[in-house]
Nanobody, 118 residues
Framework: QVQLVESGGGLVQAGGSLRLSCAAS????????MGWFRQSPGKEREFVAA????????DYADSVKGRFTISRDNAKNTVYLQMNSLKPEDTAVYYC???????????WGQGTQVTVSS
């Protein structure tokens, strides 16, 4: 049973940076996709970025391209989301999730709050 635990959220001023971490326990296959999503009050949860556990594929939402970078450290079973040039509209609860090939994201972490002040 895979479990995901996010950390690294906090309060930062606009233009600042944060790095989120997602520590995974359990069996992660090289074909698993690891994704970051976010949800702010009154809005639907939205996709932010994803990476294949093998590292061969990455994907980003248009709104974060060029500012956010997703990476993983297989030795530490951890996925990171480096967030630079943060904007107030990046404020949200950020969730880490994983899915096996051919399935939807079905394992989620508890989320970590990111607040960007203007």
């Amino acid at each position: 049973q895979v479990q995901l635990v996010e950390s690294g959220g906090g309060l930062v001023q606009a233009g600042g940076s944060l790095r989120l971490s997602c520590a995974a326990s359990g069996r992660i296959f090289s074909t698993n996709m690891m994704g970051w999503f976010r949800q702010s009050p009154g809005k639907e949860r939205e996709f932010v970025a994803a990476i294949r556990w093998s590292g061969s594929i990455t994907d980003y939402a248009d709104s974060v391209k060029g500012r956010f970078t997703i990476s993983r450290d297989n030795a530490k079973n951890t996925v990171y989301l480096q967030m630079n040039s943060l904007k107030p509209e990046d404020t949200a609860v950020y969730y880490c999730a994983t899915k096996t090939q051919g399935h939807t994201y079905n394992v989620w972490g508890q989320g970590t709050q990111v607040t960007v002040s203007s």
